[in-house]
């Protein structure tokens, strides 16, 4: 299964306050566990949790096809991360929306939601 082609999924538990966190976090982990980042051996979990890390941007000394390659990696990184920011907004209640709104990758997002829920 490949995250590009997956559409962001509503999952059957949603995050409303500190009661729902264990259970939605167990989901959110379950269903991005799942989905291939391809050419890697990571998954979009990966990307939350931190064990894939954002690649660094091309080098001004890298050739056409090390950059390439570089970007191409750091594509698949943005992607993967798109998809895991988008699916935790996703199945949050709007008022939790005010602890995350500000976070620009997952990590962030579940990082700030691990300390304030």
Not at 12 to 37: H, Q, V
Not at 89 to 109: F, L, M, P, S, Y
Request: with cysteine; charged share 35%.
């Amino acid at each position: 299964m490949t995250y590009i082609s997956k559409k962001i999924r509503t999952l059957s538990t949603k995050l409303n306050g500190p009661p729902t966190y264990p259970a939605w976090i167990r989901s959110i982990e379950k269903y991005l566990d799942i989905i291939e980042i391809p050419e890697s051996e990571y998954r979009v979990w990966d990307v939350v949790t931190g064990d894939y890390e954002k690649p660094p941007e091309a080098s001004v000394k890298a050739s056409s096809s090390e950059e390439a390659t570089a970007k191409r990696i750091l594509r698949m990184w943005k992607d993967a991360d798109a998809v895991a920011l988008l699916t935790m907004e996703k199945n949050r209640e709007e008022d939790v929306q005010a602890r995350i709104g500000g976070c620009d990758t997952a990590k962030k997002a579940s990082d700030e939601l691990k300390k304030s829920l």
